[in-house]
């Protein structure tokens, strides 16, 4: 698949830098445009891989944004992107759509620029072009509190109503000890980026090299086209380097009686792959469709493999529809599979979210109810007998 | 974030020189140069090392009731009973009059206006008025500029205002509790620092000033000018300039807490090698202290002496920033700290973000809690306030004015002494005196009650009247000027009973009223230069 990507907010921008660095490192060419957005200038300088001038600071001139981000208000966030639409509309202007299949809008849903803006931005894409328009998008954990909660909950729902697909990322289940505010949440993003890119990557060469088994970008779409939310699984295996010259020919003498241990090791590694971490913890039954993709070498990837963990893949979904194709990478060390679970309907995470930001919903609203009086309560005496100087 | 600092009168220059030496020290530079200082008094500026010649604007200096010269004191004087007035301060420039504050600049707007134009408010991110709210420039001038900058300015303006401490006088708890009725509404936050939280011992508050200013300097530019070291490093979760004004957003009164750890991370080092020599350790803690310290460190920062002692659970927002080696923060730490705000404050609204500071072998937590309204030390102020008021009201009855006067230790010594004096001195004084306290009471509760603007002016009657109170009920300040002011006002009454209080107080401050009572100008000879003696004599001529 070929894409166009557009990073809104940190953790969007920060996800796409490492989906370039991801595919840049494994000779993929997955990211036609990159664009990122941001409220924050200071924000707006940390990706790497994102050339200078596909870097849109927006809210510069909002009263309560300018160019040093939103504050966390997901409303200033919409706020600032509605005005400034025709600037975003504008930096579109050199994306040659033709050239891709889908675009790709990457956004943390717990600040205020990512939850607020994306919506927006995501809105004016669909107005404006044909092809799909998928969102991924980053869930705050429970620690981050009660406010970030609230703007995911609400974001989530505008994201999943615009977009084409939405594929979910929880922090929560990220999570890992040891790590400091330094690494933050590289980590995360580059696991993140491994297995969004390792999926979408998947037919990106559409002449050369395409194997009767190998997966097409519209196999990709097809499985995303149900809409709703998204988790992937991933899994990698490591393998003989094929330039390893008297190895592989070793190897390769032995491939017919490897072969019922590679069937094996294929359907190990989607197991593994589903039964991993996933990008947003989900019931795996709950999935409408589903799709595996194989990248590495193609002589690693084996038929049978291939066809039991395709059947293995449709009982533990229960659904008829999954589809399994390669990707071939001759050069790569390793052997991934990706799992796409599309449009799962049982993700608990989602549902602690959302009453994180009921409950957070009614602290601001009793908090705003009071704030008024309470100052004017707090500054005056009792029987106001203290006058203002002015 | 970037910001102007206006300290404004005695107290808000001194904190505002506090500040700029702060921004050396720490390598912040988070003004750029845009400060500006206001007085009424040049004396004011002596202080001031780090405060540019030409930011320094004095204002007022043509104005009949201002005073330019420093009185000069007694040695006594500062053993009397009320150690901790600054004498300095409210002696010279308005005399500790807010209502005469506010009327001097109010009158100097233009020479306000032309000074603001050295700074550029687009090039910061927010503006910060530094003021003593007790004092008379702190509290009146003050609340002047605030009212200008916020019509020409569209960045928020908040107020980094100190309260007096509880052995300062009665007039300044007055002073402060009506400035913070007209700042917090005119301001988008006011940041208060509670001087009697602050004084570290019963020394002379005079004595502390350096001090506390700077515990105050470092926690404020902790807040507020994380990041703006140079060359900044990129922070995965950095506190933007959006992520403060937001938190500050919501107004009302603003307080910050702060701690820090050491790293120490020599010893750290060694016994980490030591313990993995001898196969103690069996996780991987080489770089990033524990979560729990850091977790402690935020809970820390949030029980710590908080600039303004407040109850937290009444804040309405929060905001926390760690500053520190990114290296050495634990993000568990990072987000279990943040997670525990939220627990401590009953709030959501809780942004947090880190400072990395490479080099630093402290990790330090600031915390900001907004629109706290659970502030007992402000019901205190008030009511101090309000009981001056009255005690004013009812002065003549000298038994009722003991009882509702008595309220804070220091004070109440003073109070009563003073209220016996008074009644010593009554009897041996005019007994015109009382009915003229009287009619002025009665004016002035009117007019408090109808929550009139006290414009300082000396020539309407209502006005003056208003004047005399504040003047009055706080009069055990050293206020020998202020007769001047009674007394050129052309209602002799008024006159005649501000400097009968004064009287008094010289009476007290010389901690013998018995003795002196019998002689006023006597008094006021002891206490204060010869000007007093004049207006004095002449007050005393008219009412007789």
């Known amino acids: 698949m070929k894409l166009a990507t557009i990073g809104v907010g940190n953790a969007g921008s920060k996800v796409i830098d490492r989906m370039v660095e991801f595919e840049q490192a494994t000779g993929r060419d997955l990211c036609r445009h990159t664009l990122v957005i941001n409220t924050a200038r200071t924000d707006l300088a940390k990706p790497k891989h994102v050339p200078e001038d596909r870097r849109l600071l927006i809210g510069e001139t909002h009263k309560k944004a300018k160019g040093h981000g939103v504050g966390g208000d997901a409303a200033v966030g919409a706020e600032v992107a509605q005005t400034e639409i025709d600037e975003i509309r504008r930096i579109f202007d050199d994306v040659e759509i033709h050239e891709v299949d889908a675009i790709l809008v990457a956004a943390g849903l717990g600040g205020g620029t990512g939850s607020g803006a994306a919506p927006v931005v995501i809105e004016e894409l669909q107005k404006m072009y044909d092809e799909p328009v998928y969102g991924l998008g980053m869930l705050p954990g429970k620690y981050e509190g009660g406010r970030p909660a609230l703007n995911a909950a609400r974001s989530l729902q505008s994201f999943v109503n615009k977009v084409d697909n939405f594929i979910a990322f929880d922090n929560d289940a990220w999570r890992s000890r040891g790590q400091t505010i330094e690494e933050g949440y590289e980590e995360m993003n580059r696991e993140l980026a491994t297995r969004i890119v390792t999926l979408l990557a998947a037919g990106e060469v559409d002449e050369s090299e395409v194997g009767e088994n190998a997966m097409d970008s519209s196999d990709i779409m097809r499985t995303l086209e149900v809409g709703g939310v998204s988790s992937i699984g991933y899994a990698s295996t490591g393998v003989d380097t094929p330039d ?4 592989s020919r070793f190897s390769e003498a032995e491939v017919s009686e490897m072969e019922s241990t590679d069937a094996a090791k294929i359907k190990g590694l989607v197991r593994r792959a589903v039964n991993s971490r996933l990008t947003v913890p989900c019931d795996v039954a709950s999935a ?16 049978k493999g291939v066809e039991s963990a395709r059947d293995w893949l449709e009982q533990e979904t229960e659904t008829v529809d999954v589809l399994a194709g390669d990707d071939p990478r001759p050069n790569s060390e390793t052997l991934a599979a990706a799992v796409l679970l599309s449009n799962v309907t049982e993700t608990p995470r989602i549902k602690e979210i959302q009453d994180q930001a009921v409950d957070a919903q009614n602290t601001i609203e009793q908090q705003e109810a009071v704030r008024e009086e309470e100052i004017e309560s707090l500054i005056t005496d009792d029987n106001n007998d203290l006058d203002p100087i002015v | 974030m970037k910001l102007a600092l206006f300290g404004v009168g005695n107290a808000g220059t001194r904190l505002l020189d506090q500040l700029i030496l702060a921004e050396d020290t720490t390598g912040r530079n988070f003004t750029d140069g845009h400060v500006l200082a206001f007085n009424t008094a040049p004396a004011a ?12 604007v004095l204002i007022g200096d043509t104005h009949p009731e201002v005073t330019h010269e420093l009185v000069s004191f007694d040695p006594d004087d500062d053993t009397t009973a009320e150690p901790d007035t ?32 050295l700074v550029d408010d687009t090039e910061v991110d927010a503006a910060v008025v530094i003021a003593g709210l007790g004092g008379g420039t702190g509290a009146g001038a003050s609340s002047v500029l605030l009212e200008e900058l916020q019509s020409v ?5 908040y107020v980094l205002g100190v309260l007096p401490a509880a052995s300062e006088s009665d007039r300044r708890a007055l002073t402060a509790a009506r400035a913070v009725r007209t700042l917090v509404p005119l301001a988008d936050a006011v940041l208060p620092v509670d001087n009697e939280a602050w004084r570290r011992n019963i020394d002379p508050l005079d004595d502390q000033y350096e001090t506390i200013n700077e515990d105050i300097a470092t926690r404020f530019v902790s807040l507020f000018a994380a990041g703006e070291a140079d060359p900044a490093s990129v922070s995965e979760m950095r506190i933007d300039p959006a992520d403060v004004r937001r938190t500050l957003g919501v107004g009302g009164l603003a307080t910050i807490g702060y701690a820090t750890v050491d790293l120490d991370t020599e010893n750290r080092g060694f016994l980490y090698r030591l313990k993995r020599l001898l196969g103690l350790v069996d996780e991987e803690p080489s770089g990033p202290t524990d979560a729990a310290t850091i977790k402690q460190l935020v809970g820390r920062a949030l029980g710590s002496k908080l600039t303004l002692p407040c109850e937290i659970t009444s804040a309405d927002r929060v905001l926390l920033i760690l500053s520190g080696p990114p290296s050495a923060i634990s993000r568990k730490g990072f987000e279990t700290g943040r997670y525990l705000l939220e627990d401590e404050t009953g709030t959501v609204e809780v942004l947090a973000g880190d400072e990395p500071v490479p080099d630093a072998d402290t990790i330090t937590a600031t915390v900001l809690l907004s629109n706290v309204t659970d502030v007992p030390r402000l019901s205190t102020i008030q009511q101090r306030a309000v009981d001056a008021l009255s005690a004013f009201d009812d002065e003549s009855p000298a038994t009722q004015s003991t009882g509702e006067t008595g309220f804070e230790f220091d004070a109440e010594t003073d109070d009563s002494t003073e209220t016996t004096a008074h009644a010593a001195d009554s009897d041996v004084a005019d007994g015109d005196d009382e009915t003229a306290d009287d009619e002025t009471a009665d004016e002035t509760t009117g007019e408090a009650t109808a929550g009139d603007e006290a414009t300082g002016g000396t020539t309407a009657d209502g006005a003056t009247a208003d004047d005399v109170t504040d003047d009055d009920t706080t009069a055990e300040t050293d206020t020998a000027v202020d007769d001047d002011a009674a007394s050129t006002s052309d209602t002799a009454t008024n006159g005649d009973g501000v400097v009968d209080d004064v009287a008094d107080t010289d009476h007290t401050s010389d901690g013998d009223p018995e003795t002196q009572a019998d002689d006023n100008s006597e008094a006021d000879d002891t206490d204060a230069d010869d000007e007093p003696l004049i207006p004095d004599a002449e007050t005393s001529d008219g009412s007789a």
């Open chain 2, 86 to 117: 600054p004498t300095d301060a409210d002696s010279a420039g308005v005399d500790g009059d807010p209502n005469l504050g506010a009327t001097v600049a109010s009158d100097e707007l233009p020479e306000i206006r032309r000074s603001l134009d």
């Open chain 1, 288 to 303: 409408d469709r589903a799709l595996i993709i194989f990248a590495g070498p193609s002589s690693e990837i084996s038929r």
């Open chain 1, 244 to 247: 390893d010259g008297l190895l």
């Open chain 2, 153 to 157: 300015y569209e960045i928020p303006i």
């Open chain 2, 45 to 56: 500026f002596e202080a001031a090392t780090a405060i540019p010649e030409d930011r320094q």
